[in-house]
């Protein structure tokens, strides 16, 4: 059996980030082999991850963040608020966001492929952190807005975060922007605006409106109205431009953004969150 120092064992730990023992093992397995150390480490986070599979992981850490005229929020998973407070783990989310940030992947399959290091692909770290964690890790969500001006919203805790594209670039409306990422965060709009709903979400929305009429007993020949004003409400309370403007709610997001610059508005969003 080769002879394992402690300088060895620490130059494992230093590269893995895997515990003093688990490298030791490793170490020993492979007879004093560092690059084969290595591979039985990560093969002991795909075998975690095999027995994992099934678990929940719905706690993490959601982080967004811009770049230029592009913005990304990207959900990191694990399977308890203990890990997603660890700050090895909220940096790993930092790494892969700033990887995301700086090639623009078109979809979560392909940031998952992305190199996280020289090493090691995204997958891969997150092969390796399940080994070293002992815990179900996923890559589970990525989204991405472009615009003339992207404004990303981190939630206190990384719970929560959204990204937000304007149509005008100011010092004004960029504060705007993060007014209005903050609404989004708070009030969690379903859609921009109405031409946003789907067809299946305002047929549903105007048969409750007609439902509940009939149940109220209601004339015949105002149904239809009172379900339109069923429709409305849903548009004022779960479109982010019709909602009223959580500073102020006597406006709505619309007109608290055209009070800023007559012209501006935002053209797209996105919102991630683990509450």
């Known amino acids: 059996m080769a002879s394992i120092t402690a300088a060895e064992v620490n130059k494992l730990r230093k590269h893995t980030g895997a515990g003093m ?3 030791k093992k490793a170490l020993v397995e492979a007879e ?4 084969k150390a290595i ?3 990560r093969k002991k986070g795909q075998k975690v991850a095999e027995k994992r599979g099934d678990r929940d992981a719905n706690e993490g850490v959601i982080m967004a963040g811009t770049s230029g005229d592009f913005a990304a929020v990207i959900t990191l998973n694990c399977e308890t608020d203990f890990v997603a407070q660890n700050s090895e783990f909220v940096a790993v989310a930092q790494t892969i ?9 078109a979809s979560v399959k392909y940031l998952r492929g992305m190199k996280f290091n020289d090493e090691l692909t995204i997958s891969e770290k997150i092969l390796e952190e399940i080994g070293k964690i002992g815990e179900k890790i996923d890559l589970s969500d990525y989204q991405t807005v472009s615009a003339e001006n992207v404004i990303a919203y981190n939630h206190p805790g990384n719970k929560t975060a959204t990204v937000v594209a304007l149509n005008v670039k100011s010092d004004e409306a960029d504060q705007a922007g993060k007014n209005v990422a903050m609404q989004i965060a708070a009030m969690a709009p379903a859609a921009l605006d109405e031409s946003s709903v789907s067809e299946e979400i305002k047929a549903r929305e105007l048969e409750i409106g007609r439902e ?3 149940k109220e007993g209601k004339p015949e020949q105002i149904i239809d109205k009172i379900a339109q004003g069923k429709l409305q409400k849903y548009y004022k309370e779960n479109t982010l431009l019709n909602q009223q403007y959580f500073v102020d709610n006597k406006l709505s997001v619309s007109q608290y953004l055209k009070s800023v610059n ?3 508005t935002v053209t797209d969003f ?3 969150s683990l509450v």
């Open 97 to 105: 966001l700033d990887k995301a940030l700086a090639e623009k992947p």
């Open 21 to 23: 023992m688990d490298c």
């Open 262 to 264: 007559k012209d501006l």
């Open 270 to 272: 996105k919102r991630s």
């Open 39 to 41: 591979e039985i480490l």
């Open 32 to 35: 004093g082999d560092f690059d």
């Open 212 to 214: 509940q009429a009939l």
